[in-house]
């Protein structure tokens, strides 16, 4: 069992089915793999000349015919869905999906802190994140008061309080961001663990472990201080907490030095050239297609969650990919541009 996971927070509730199989969800998702934007369709989608052509590609492999932010909210919608009619074990859905959950309790605490000048639900709903396991109408009612916390989930209570905890004893917004990322990586490898799939118990690891890398690179080019640095680490990634404390002040070629062997290698020019320009973009784009590598692998297992989970997660990336594209039309960005940005699939 994992550091994160070895904890007493509640989970949220799981809808576990006693009757179909992976066999038959690896089936209904191997059918609708031909709706994803491949090679060819990815080139096409980069190539892309206008919001029309955009629309056009995205009709052609199946999208919602909506504005564009609406379409992709839809889509992400059926995606999970269909994840949540056709998986046996519910958790892998729930283990996923909570992330959304946390991103909108940590933005409206923040919102809360303005008081009177607080945007409305309806206000701010472009920026909350769907789907998510509670409605985001009665968590903002959990978070301002509004509903006694008697009546919220068991799990989403702990959360909020962890929140508003954090801001009370530093007054700053961030600290609601250490809490809680942590309390939902916490919650992620629990529910893995108890699925006991090494997979997927993996992909968290590695999302741990590209997190605390990000952190590392920004706070050496920020300066921030180490006391902020070292709360803000995840445990039980491919590499050790204790490691990653020791490299807040170390030389570049000793935080490259400790990615070898792990699947962190092509990160190793980072630490000396992460503050030129655009290498903050390109950082993500390397994280990406190290998560993209991994979840690639499970198309591989002809029957399992992991094929299942592969799809649901490949279509995430390819909005990624639409999001990327969208901005990049209005912004006029060039051919070679573009493709510096492109998350590639299979």
Known sequence: MSELAADTLLLPPVKDKKIGSWSYASGRISSLEVNLFRKNGLD??????????????????HYPQEEFNTALKLER??????????????????????????????FMLKENLKRDNRRSLDEMSHLLLQPSLVDPARLNELVCGIRDKSDGPGWVIPLIEAGEKAYSESYESAAIDRALDKMAHRLAAKMADRLNNEWFIRYFALQRDLINLETLLRVRSRSVSETVYKDSLLPSGLISVKLWESLYDAEDEKISMAFAGTPYEIFAAYPEEYNEGGLAANFVRDRDRVLIDHIEKGRHVLSGPELVLSYVLAREYEIKNLRIVDAAIRNHLSLEQRNALRRDLW
């Open 44 to 61: 096409r989608l980069y190539a892309a000349d206008n919001e029309q052509d955009l629309r056009l590609l995205m009709q052609e492999h």
């Open 77 to 106: 919608i059926e995606t999970f869905g269909l994840l949540e009619q056709v998986a046996p074990q519910d958790g892998y859905r729930v283990a996923l999906m909570l992330f959304a959950d946390v991103h909108n309790i940590k």
